[in-house]
Nanobody, 118 residues
Framework: QVQLVESGGGLVQAGGSLRLSCAAP????????MGWYRQAPGKQRKLVAV???????NYADSVKGRFTISRDNAKNTLYLQMDSLKPEDTAVYYC????????????WGQGTQVTVSS
């Protein structure tokens, strides 16, 4: 069973920064497309950022220029650096590992809460 373990959430004031981490099994990390999603109360889960195994990244328009996704294949860890945080960034953030292009499944972490106060 694939387990993704997130950390780094918390409470921060608007304009502040947080860094999320997601540890994944070495058996999948180097080939998986990894991503961060978020879900605010009463809303659907949405893509925040995604990065391929080769390091190509894409971002939701709402976070472009403020968030940076990265991966350390040696440590099997995914990161999301979040700067200039806004109250509307408040959500539960989920790590995702997508192996469907290889005929596999996608996997989710348990989520970590990010709260931005105004």
């Amino acid at each position: 069973q694939v387990q993704l373990v997130e950390s780094g959430g918390g409470l921060v004031q608007a304009g502040g920064s947080l860094r999320l981490s997601c540890a994944a099994p070495s058996s999948i990390f180097s080939i998986a497309t990894m991503g961060w999603y978020r879900q605010a109360p009463g809303k659907q889960r949405k893509l925040v950022a995604v990065i391929t195994g080769g390091g190509r990244a894409n971002y939701a328009d709402s976070v472009k220029g403020r968030f940076t996704i990265s991966r350390d294949n040696a440590k099997n860890t995914l990161y999301l650096q979040m700067d200039s945080l806004k109250p509307e960034d408040t959500a539960v953030y989920y790590c995702n590992a997508d192996l469907r292009i290889y005929g596999g499944d996608e996997y989710w972490g348990q989520g970590t809460q990010v709260t931005v106060s105004s």
